[in-house]
């Protein structure tokens, strides 16, 4: 089977998150992904580490799922003799993805002026923490920085204490976005013949999933305060406890709350005013919260999404990672694959492409590569030869 982005090359100088899991995904699509590391790895390399030698930690989660079906190459950018290599590789692409402060991308010469001059036909994907064009492009930035300003951890928790999410969704949302946006960019160089710049920005990702608070607060000017996990603009929305663990139940919409009222076993408050809209019900939640938790409490678990599943409310059970991992909606629906990885004691459960495709569709189909895997496979591909691929070695260009 023909892949959908089979015959495209894309050079990854990304590292963490956001940069990799763009290519990664542009990988899982079909396209050849050569990550480019420093001689000595990344610093993203042995974050979560899976395994120890000598102490030292070796690969961790984070590179294995970010860096799957792609090569790997090491390379000191910096170096006098890497930039011919890096004009040969860059001769031979459709994509360079970077995630790395703009001037460094000229330091290197991977900036998309550079490039063009070697390639007219590449597309250059960028991110970084603010993007371009303000006062804070040259800051550093992760995940947890675009979380905190977006507004989403004020938000969140209780006034006193402030929560960030666990789990780093600005990287991965900006990671997609950018691999949307390489993909809108390679359609249009099929009508123009050109390459261009895409450029994504943690804060700008972050303010655009929190776009509808953002557009409220400016338009009507509530000052929202955080309620811990209960909803703001409808209701019940929270996380209840049952007597073997917890749930959560989301109502949104009319039809919904008429379910839930009658569920509840409360149809007059279908003539409350205090509950007659979305709008009504988020401010009134901590009354249909408090309501749906004495519900819960008579219940174990399996019984209250039982009896949640029969009357079409939208509920859930809340999980520990194992238990996700364990779930037979996960495991038939095809959601982790599992790969073989030196030093690990078992398969990896990789995380599989996102979205699926019925005709063309993603796929995991090796494991990230060991540092510096591939590095002569693909310096002989460029015409180089094992003479001079040994000097590059012996000078500390890979």
């Not at 699509?29 to 480019?36: F, L, P």
């Not at 799957?68 to 890497?82: E, F, V």
């Not at 976005?177 to 809108?184: D, E, Q, Y």
């Not at 709350?257 to 007659?276: N, T, V």
Request: proline share 7%; with cysteine; hydrophobic share 40%.
């Amino acid at each position: 089977m023909t892949m959908a982005l089979s015959g495209i090359r894309v050079l990854d100088f990304g590292r963490f998150i956001a940069g990799p899991y763009c290519a990664a995904l542009l990988a899982d699509m079909g396209a050849d992904v050569i990550r480019i590391e420093k001689r000595d790895g990344s610093e993203d390399r042995t974050l979560i580490p899976l395994s120890w030698r000598d102490g030292e930690p070796q690969d961790g989660a984070m590179y294995l799922q970010m860096n799957r079906n792609k090569r790997g190459m090491t390379l000191d950018p910096m170096h006098a003799q890497a930039r011919p290599v890096i004009a040969r590789l860059v001769e031979t692409a459709d994509v360079v993805v970077a995630n790395l402060p703009y001037s460094t991308l000229e330091a290197i010469g991977i900036d998309y002026t550079s490039l063009a001059k070697i390639n007219p036909r590449v597309i250059l994907t960028t991110v970084s923490a603010f993007g371009r064009g303000g006062p804070y492009a040259e800051r550093l930035g992760f995940d947890g920085v675009a979380q905190t300003m977006s507004g989403a951890v004020a938000l969140s928790g209780t006034p006193e204490q402030p929560i960030r999410s666990y789990a780093p969704w600005v990287d991965f949302s900006t990671a997609s976005l950018a691999a949307f946006g390489t993909l809108a960019a390679l359609m249009a160089r099929e009508k123009t013949g050109r390459g261009q710049e895409v450029e994504g920005a943690l804060l700008r990702t972050a303010a655009t999933i929190m776009s509808t608070a953002l557009i409220e607060q400016d338009i009507l000017k509530l000052d929202r305060q955080a309620t811990l996990n209960r909803g703001q603009t409808a209701g019940p929305s929270d996380i209840f406890r049952c007597q073997d663990g917890w749930i959560t139940v989301l109502i949104n919409g009319n039809p919904l709350f008429k379910r839930w009222a009658k569920l509840m076993g409360e149809p007059h408050w279908l003539s409350d005013p205090r509950f007659a809209s979305d709008a009504a019900r988020g401010d009134n939640g901590a009354a249909l919260s408090e309501r749906t938790q004495r519900w819960c409490a008579e219940r174990k678990v399996a019984q209250a999404i039982a009896e949640l599943e029969a009357a079409k409310i939208p509920a859930g059970p809340l999980y520990f990672p194992q238990q996700l991992l364990d779930d037979p909606h996960t495991q038939s629906a095809g959601y982790f694959h599992p790969v073989s990885y030196p030093g690990l004691p078992k398969p990896a459960p990789l995380s599989s492409t996102p979205v699926k495709l019925s005709a063309t569709p993603g796929t995991i189909r090796h494991a990230a590569p060991q540092l510096g895997q591939h590095t002569d496979e693909i310096l002989g591909s460029l015409g180089y030869t094992a003479q001079e691929i040994a000097h590059l070695r012996e000078a500390a260009v890979i």
